[in-house]
């Protein structure tokens, strides 16, 4: 019996282990923009969270890569692709708030796959637009120290009409709080640089876009967003 219950507790520690390993072997697939690497550990993580309708956390990390897909998605220009990705992850990351609607980062990571729904589709823009806002100010209210929460909102928000609360400037301001509370978060940099640009401010975006490139030399769309910065 001592044999067996010690190979159980191996095995589920191997489990754990192989599920961490996923998720940073997709955020290295996100970097490289490597798109069939990222829908192979989506499809993956997915049939473990199948598995295991339960687990909050395979929810959550089945979403979380599902968002990186979408995101990869939309650096190569296929809005379609990320809505499909985005929506692939909401019922997922659903179950993970549903699970435990007390952690910050679950309500972050679900409001960042409502608003990759969005893009070049109005119907989606209808369907899950406030939605996104109320996931991520739900996100920061629960924990105002969480980068990633105001750097998703902030990025959100740059897609949103100034009309409606969105717009550049304000984007700035979140995405500004979030590498005041986390100086190394490399996103942050890299969509402060697209946002500056967008303000005609290309030398402060090129300065923010060299941050990103330095903080995380691996993520190629970084790389691509410097180029395409004029100097001046």
């Not at 296929?78 to 985005?86: H, L, V």
């Not at 637009?129 to 909102?153: H, Q, T, V, Y």
């Not at 995405?175 to 946002?195: C, F, N, S, T």
């Not at 967003?225 to 004029?230: G, I, S, V």
């Amino acid at each position: 019996m001592r044999l067996f219950l010690f190979a159980v507790l191996e095995i589920g520690c191997l489990a754990v282990l192989a599920r961490a390993g996923l998720v940073e072997e997709a955020r290295r697939a996100r970097d490289a923009q490597d798109r069939a690497g990222l829908e192979a550990a989506a499809a993956q993580a997915a049939a473990a969270a199948q598995a295991e309708p339960q687990n909050i956390r395979l929810q959550y990390e089945s979403a979380l890569i599902y968002s990186y897909l979408a995101e990869v998605a939309m650096e190569i220009r296929d809005q379609a692709g990320a809505r499909k990705a985005a929506e692939a992850g909401i019922p997922r990351a659903e179950k993970a708030v549903n699970g435990d609607g007390r952690v910050s980062e679950y309500h972050r990571l679900l409001g960042a796959l409502y608003g990759q729904a969005i893009p070049g589709n109005l119907s989606a823009a209808l369907k899950y637009g406030r939605k996104s806002m109320d996931e991520l100010d739900r996100a920061i209210a629960l924990d105002p120290k969480n980068p990633e929460a105001f750097l998703s909102r902030g990025v959100g928000k740059y897609y949103i009409p100034p009309m409606f609360g969105g717009g550049a400037q304000a984007a700035l301001e979140d995405i500004r709080k979030a590498i005041e509370l986390d100086p190394k978060l490399d996103q942050a940099y890299l969509w402060e640089g697209i946002v500056l640009r967008k303000l005609n401010r290309s030398r402060e975006a090129r300065e923010a876009l060299n941050q990103a490139v330095k903080l995380n030399p691996r993520q190629v769309w970084a790389k691509q967003q410097l180029e395409k910065t004029p100097p001046r």
